[in-house]
Structure formats: C-alpha cells, structure tokens
C-alpha cells in the first residue's frame, strides 16, 4: 500500500448539498491530485496539489474546489452536489512533481447524487 | 492531442499462459509510461514505470517494454495466475501535472 487512506469509502448525497471527501497519505510526497473515474470517460483530473495551500485546476474542475492546510491531507469539496458528479473519485499521490515520479492512487470513494 | 488505447479491451486465458497486454500511444514525446492494475472496487497499483531513455523494465513475472519510435508498450505477463485477474491500465503524463489514462484490458486468468 502507499499509504493513502480515502474516507469516506461510500456516499450518498441528494442533490444540492454539499460534500467533502478526504484524502490523508503518511508518505509525506508533495504532490497529491483528486481524479474521478467514469464508464466512458477513464481517469480524469479534477485538482491537484504541489504544497500546503498551493493548489491548481486540471481538466474537469468546474463545480469542486479543494484545500491543503497540511502536507498529510487533501480535501475535495462538491459545493452543491449534482447527479452528474456521482462517480469514483481517486487521491493520487507523487514523491516530486518530477515526470519520472510514479504515481500512487488511494481505493477510491464511490459517491452517489440522488 | 495525446491519446492512448489499449487492445484488447478483454482477455481469458487459462492458467499457466504467458500473455502480452498491448498499449498505443499517439504522440511519441513522452517521458515515460507507466502500467497500472486495478482490483475491482479497488485504485490503480503502480506496477512498472518505464522512463523514455529505457527500453525494458522487469518486476517479476512482469516485464514492460517502451518504444517511442512506433507509440507502442507491452506489457509481458509469464506463467499468468488466477490472481492476476484485474484491469491493466497504461498511462502517460501531459505537460505540467496531468497523465492521459488508457481505458483498461480487462484480464481474467481461469484456473
């Protein structure tokens, strides 16, 4: 394991609330990314961290927003949940943000918008 | 645009056979390529990274290899396993912090 923990495992909101999905990691990388998985659609990302309180967009960004307030933890934010966001949502996480760092995803949180 | 695939989208085999996951990608200025697996209800585990400058990397019965020149990888599976069962992914990364994801080969290994 790379010492990712997601919480929580499973959700299910209704429409309009909103949610925050947590990713804690005990290596100490700098760099750890919220990805969502779809049928269709693969792995896509959504934001991404390089430091406490550094944080940027990737290409699915609209409607979440995340924080980074210690190295250990990375929190996504759905602000009012849609029925489109219900999906697999991954933490990553990478040593540097050198290309040759490899990639290490958590087990997922499976979210469903009612 | 980058853009990777991966064939055969599904795979059974019988325990035993020696196997080769193929992933294609479209622009051949990467800097690596990484292959994943993933456990149903499970996230990706990072099996091998291949860096450009590499031609092979092994962990195993694992064996990846890298050719730029022709936008392919091969995964190389030896003496597969029930427990091999799983979803093999590929990926490789964009400028800045993003990574294209192939869709996946579905593996199943029948004892």
């Known amino acids: 394991d790379a010492g990712i923990t997601q919480s929580p495992r499973h959700k299910v909101t209704e429409t309009g609330t909103p949610v925050t999905l947590r990713c804690h990691q005990t290596?100490?990388?700098?760099?750890m990314y919220w990805y969502r998985q779809d049928p269709g659609h693969g792995l896509r990302l959504i934001h991404y961290?390089?430091?406490?309180?550094?944080?940027d967009k990737g290409e699915v960004s609209d409607g979440y927003s995340v924080s980074r307030s210690k190295t250990e933890d990375f929190l996504l934010t759905l602000e009012s949940a849609t029925s489109s966001q219900t999906s697999v949502y991954f933490c990553?996480?990478?040593?540097?943000?050198?290309?040759?760092?490899?990639?290490?995803f958590g087990n997922g949180t499976r979210l469903t918008v009612t | 645009k980058q853009e990777v695939t991966q064939i055969p989208a599904a795979l059974s085999v019988p325990e035993g056979e020696n196997l080769v996951l193929n992933c294609s990608f479209t622009?051949?200025?990467?800097?690596?390529l990484q292959w994943f697996r993933q456990d149903p209800g499970k996230g990706l585990t990072s099996l091998l990274l291949?860096?450009?400058?590499?031609r092979e990397q092994t962990s195993g019965r694992l064996n990846a290899s890298l050719d730029k020149s022709s936008g392919r990888s091969t995964l190389y599976i030896a003496a597969s396993q029930p427990g091999d069962s799983a979803t093999y992914l590929c990926?490789?990364?964009?400028?800045?912090?993003?990574?294209?994801f192939g869709p996946g080969t579905r593996l199943s290994v029948l004892p």
């Open positions: 990553a996480i990478r040593r540097t943000g050198d290309h040759n760092s490899p990639l290490h």
């Open positions: 290596e100490n990388h700098r760099y």
């Open positions: 961290s390089y430091g406490v309180k550094d944080t």
């Open positions: 622009d051949s200025a990467i800097y690596n």
């Open positions: 291949i860096q450009s400058s590499q």
């Open positions: 990926a490789v990364p964009l400028g800045g912090q993003n990574f294209v």
